[in-house]
């Protein structure tokens, strides 16, 4: 029988799943000098790419952790599809060719890079602050009341219980928290609408172009060349009489039979699997001190490439707020994780579905809008949103990018700025008036210059062109409050205002 240690482990927060949910959190809560666990049951790092897209948004999350270079080096944008008819090519079409960097937005298109390459590079951040996964862990109970959560782990045949002040489930789409909470999990398995997907090396085609081959009867097939490796993701729609085993013959079987190519050789396969659609939500995010993240709270179709970036969101959603209210910040600002993030959900499970029945039938527009990039997603109408629209953005809204010069003269970004686990106050002004600095517990405070030949002191920020004041939509002294996700929490032309929002949460608040 499994002995139990004498001494359970007390800490602020167990993280149980290293995938990008939650790594990603892992990552957000270790500069914030959070007290956590991340622990894995997997006793060695999966080496499949499963999701391969990263979205502009997630990007604009891996620059605030300090790894966009390093994520960007190893992918690729721009890789255009390639369609054929056999060895013949029908033609190229690069779905994202007219999204490019601009002020506002730097990262203007899917990023492809397998998933475990995200991983790796995660954990490497997570390390430099100071962690590491906790792998061969797995929870095997968990039990919660109104002050902590009692979870028991199992690793090399003992049992060891944690004490922690809270629980994030990103544990997948058979998760077992969300199981053993007894959280509904609804929606349906389409059974008959089935892939085969795995990695493979492949002879003959160039790693510069999505290869596909889209209108055989028995459905498509396609070969993405993985950046950063030498592999392949193969992906095969398969009717559903057909065999569903995965295995490199099987792989191989269908290329010969659909691409009429014999030269395309496949070899030295590396993940090997089959995918059954599954498009299901929970109704609630919290059960107490237990949250649920990623493929715990939500599966759907891979058609978007939404999966790993809206765990990664929902992550960084919660991380701030877990951070602030263990530092002080009352409780029901961790409701706010549900309130904003249940209706992304919904929202993704409806967009990808339709875009799932076109992809299975052959006729998807393969163009993507800014909701698809996750730049348009927003928290409008949140309790946390408050203010007034200005003439471009409304509160809720993702807080754009703009080039900056300082007092020195260097030339910076406004992520510059945002960069860290902080709040940041933007204050947009015409005159040498200034807010009450009695937020500087919360924020970290900017004054946006209008004038660009304006006389700078520390702190003070102006634009060529006044391009930061149209991307916000302001023309007159006005105050932007943004959160440490990056979104618009508050919008405002005076100072009480502002503190009367931030009364709110005066401590804890800003992490």
Same mark, same amino acid.
């Given at each position: 029988?499994?002995?139990?240690?004498?001494?359970?482990?007390?800490?602020?927060?167990?993280?149980?799943?290293?995938?990008?949910?939650?790594?990603?959190?892992?990552?957000?809560?270790?500069?914030?000098?959070?007290?956590?666990?991340?622990?894995?049951?997997?006793?060695?790092?999966?080496?499949?790419?499963?999701?391969?897209?990263?979205?502009?948004?997630?990007?604009?999350?891996?620059?605030?952790?300090?790894?966009?270079?390093?994520?960007?080096?190893?992918?690729?944008?721009?890789?255009?599809?390639?369609?054929?008819?056999?060895?013949?090519?029908?033609?190229?079409?690069?779905?994202?060719?007219?999204?490019?960097?601009?002020?506002?937005?730097?990262?203007?298109?899917?990023?492809?890079?397998?998933?475990?390459?995200?991983?790796?590079?995660?954990?490497?951040?997570?390390?430099?602050?100071?962690?590491?996964?906790?792998?061969?862990?797995?929870?095997?109970?968990?039990?919660?009341?109104?002050?902590?959560?009692?979870?028991?782990?199992?690793?090399?045949?003992?049992?060891?219980?944690?004490?922690?002040?809270?629980?994030?489930?990103?544990?997948?789409?058979?998760?077992?928290?969300?199981?053993?909470?007894?959280?509904?999990?609804?929606?349906?398995?389409?059974?008959?609408?089935?892939?085969?997907?795995?990695?493979?090396?492949?002879?003959?085609?160039?790693?510069?172009?999505?290869?596909?081959?889209?209108?055989?009867?028995?459905?498509?097939?396609?070969?993405?060349?993985?950046?950063?490796?030498?592999?392949?993701?193969?992906?095969?729609?398969?009717?559903?009489?057909?065999?569903?085993?995965?295995?490199?013959?099987?792989?191989?079987?269908?290329?010969?039979?659909?691409?009429?190519?014999?030269?395309?050789?496949?070899?030295?396969?590396?993940?090997?699997?089959?995918?059954?659609?599954?498009?299901?939500?929970?109704?609630?995010?919290?059960?107490?001190?237990?949250?649920?993240? /990623? %493929?715990? *709270?939500?599966?759907?179709?891979?058609?978007?490439? $939404? =999966?790993?970036?809206?765990?990664?969101? @929902?992550?960084?959603?919660?991380?701030?707020?877990?951070?602030?209210?263990?530092?002080?910040?009352?409780?029901?600002?961790?409701?706010?994780?549900?309130?904003?993030?249940?209706?992304?959900?919904?929202?993704?499970?409806?967009?990808?579905?339709?875009?799932?029945?076109?992809?299975?039938?052959?006729?998807?527009?393969?163009?993507?809008?800014?909701?698809?990039?996750?730049?348009?997603?927003?928290?409008?109408?949140?309790?946390?949103?408050?203010?007034?629209?200005?003439?471009?953005?409304?509160? /809720? %809204?993702? *807080?754009?990018?703009?080039?900056?010069?300082?007092? $020195? =003269?260097?030339?910076?970004?406004?992520? @510059?700025?945002?960069?860290?686990?902080?709040?940041?106050?933007?204050?947009?002004?015409?005159?040498?008036?200034?807010?009450?600095?009695?937020?500087?517990?919360?924020?970290?405070?900017?004054?946006?210059?209008?004038?660009?030949?304006?006389?700078?002191?520390?702190?003070?920020?102006?634009?060529?062109?006044?391009?930061?004041?149209?991307?916000?939509?302001?023309?007159?002294?006005?105050?932007?409050?943004?959160?440490?996700?990056?979104?618009?929490?508050?919008?405002?032309?005076?100072?009480?205002?502002?503190?009367?929002?931030?009364?709110?949460?005066?401590?804890?608040?800003? =992490?």
């Amino acid at each position: 029988m499994a002995k139990l240690d004498e001494k359970p482990a007390a800490i602020h927060v167990l993280i149980v799943g290293a995938g990008p949910t939650g790594l990603t959190l892992a990552c957000d809560l270790a500069r914030r000098g959070v007290n956590f666990r991340i622990v894995d049951k997997i006793s060695t790092y999966f080496a499949g790419s499963r999701g391969k897209g990263l979205q502009p948004r997630s990007l604009e999350v891996l620059d605030d952790l300090g790894i966009v270079d390093e994520i960007v080096a190893n992918g690729r944008f721009h890789l255009p599809f390639r369609g054929y008819d056999g060895s013949t090519v029908l033609g190229d079409l690069d779905m994202h060719a007219d999204r490019q960097p601009t002020p506002d937005v730097p990262y203007a298109s899917v990023l492809i890079i397998p998933q475990w390459r995200v991983e790796e590079i995660l954990r490497k951040r997570l390390a430099g602050w100071g962690a590491q996964v906790e792998l061969a862990n797995e929870l095997i109970d968990i039990e919660q009341n109104e002050e902590v959560v009692t979870a028991t782990l199992l690793c090399d045949g003992r049992r060891q219980q944690v004490i922690a002040q809270y629980v994030v489930a990103a544990d997948g789409g058979r998760s077992f928290i969300r199981k053993h909470l007894n959280v509904d999990f609804a929606g349906e398995t389409w059974k008959d609408e089935r892939m085969l997907v795995g990695d493979v090396q492949v002879d003959v085609l160039d790693r510069d172009h999505w290869h596909s081959w889209p209108k055989h009867k028995d459905g498509w097939v396609a070969l993405c060349p993985l950046p950063s490796t030498n592999a392949f993701q193969f992906q095969a729609q398969i009717p559903p009489e057909e065999p569903d085993e995965p295995s490199l013959e099987r792989f191989q079987q269908i290329i010969d039979e659909r691409t009429g190519w014999p030269e395309i050789r496949l070899h030295h396969a590396t993940w090997l699997s089959l995918y059954r659609a599954n498009v299901r939500m929970v109704d609630r995010y919290r059960v107490g001190r237990i949250f649920l993240a /990623g %493929d715990a *709270a939500h599966v759907h179709s891979p058609a978007g490439g $939404q =999966g790993m970036n809206t765990g990664m969101q @929902d992550a960084y959603n919660l991380g701030w707020k877990l951070s602030a209210v263990l530092a002080g910040a009352p409780g029901y600002l961790l409701d706010t994780y549900e309130e904003e993030r249940l209706p992304i959900a919904a929202w993704l499970l409806g967009a990808t579905t339709k875009l799932h029945r076109q992809v299975f039938q052959a006729n998807a527009d393969l163009k993507r809008d800014e909701q698809f990039l996750q730049l348009a997603l927003n928290y409008r109408g949140s309790s946390l949103a408050q203010g007034e629209a200005s003439l471009a953005l409304t509160p /809720g %809204d993702r *807080a754009p990018d703009s080039p900056l010069r300082d007092h $020195q =003269g260097n030339e910076l970004r406004l992520f @510059d700025l945002f960069r860290g686990p902080h709040f940041t106050l933007l204050e947009f002004t015409t005159s040498a008036a200034s807010v009450d600095e009695n937020h500087q517990t919360f924020a970290r405070h900017y004054r946006i210059v209008r004038s660009p030949d304006a006389a700078l002191r520390e702190n003070e920020f102006t634009c060529k062109d006044e391009h930061v004041w149209k991307s916000y939509g302001v023309a007159s002294d006005t105050l932007f409050l943004v959160r440490p996700d990056g979104y618009i929490g508050f919008i405002g032309h005076g100072g009480s205002a502002l503190q009367e929002h931030l009364g709110k949460f005066r401590r804890g608040y800003g =992490g």
